[in-house]
C-alpha cells in the first residue's frame, strides 16, 4: 500500500492545472481532505506529499488569479479607450459643424 501511495503522489503532484478559481478551491480542499485523511491514518509521508501538492496549487493559482486580474484590467482600458474614441468623435464633428456655420 505504501508503494502505490507514492506512486500515486507525483501524479497528483503535476495536475494539468486548473482552469478557474473555482477549479483552483476544489483542488485545495481535495487536498486539505485528503492531508487530515492521511494526518488520521498516522501517514505523515502522504501528509508532507500532499502539503507539497497544496503549496504547488495554491502557487498555481495565485498566478492564475493575478493573471486573471491583469486580463481584467486589460478589458477595461480597452473599454475606456473606446469610450473616449467614442467622444473624441462627437466633438470632432461638433467642431466640423461649427467651422461650416461660421461667415
Known amino acids: 500500500m505504501a508503494i502505490a501511495l507514492a506512486l500515486a503522489t507525483p501524479a497528483m503532484a503535476q495536475p494539468t492545472g486548473p482552469a478557474d478559481s473555482a477549479e483552483c478551491e476544489a483542488e485545495k480542499t481535495a487536498l486539505e ?12 509521508l502522504r501528509r508532507r506529499q500532499l502539503g507539497e501538492a497544496l503549496a504547488t496549487v495554491q502557487a498555481r493559482c495565485e498566478t492564475l488569479a493575478s493573471a486573471q486580474s491583469r486580463a481584467a484590467n486589460i478589458e477595461q482600458a480597452e473599454q ?3 469610450e473616449l474614441r467614442e467622444a473624441l468623435g462627437r466633438a470632432e464633428a461638433q467642431l466640423r459643424k461649427l467651422k461650416d456655420a461660421a461667415p
Open 33 to 44: 481532505r485528503d492531508m487530515d485523511l492521511a494526518r488520521a491514518k498516522g501517514q505523515m
Open 80 to 82: 475606456r479607450v473606446r
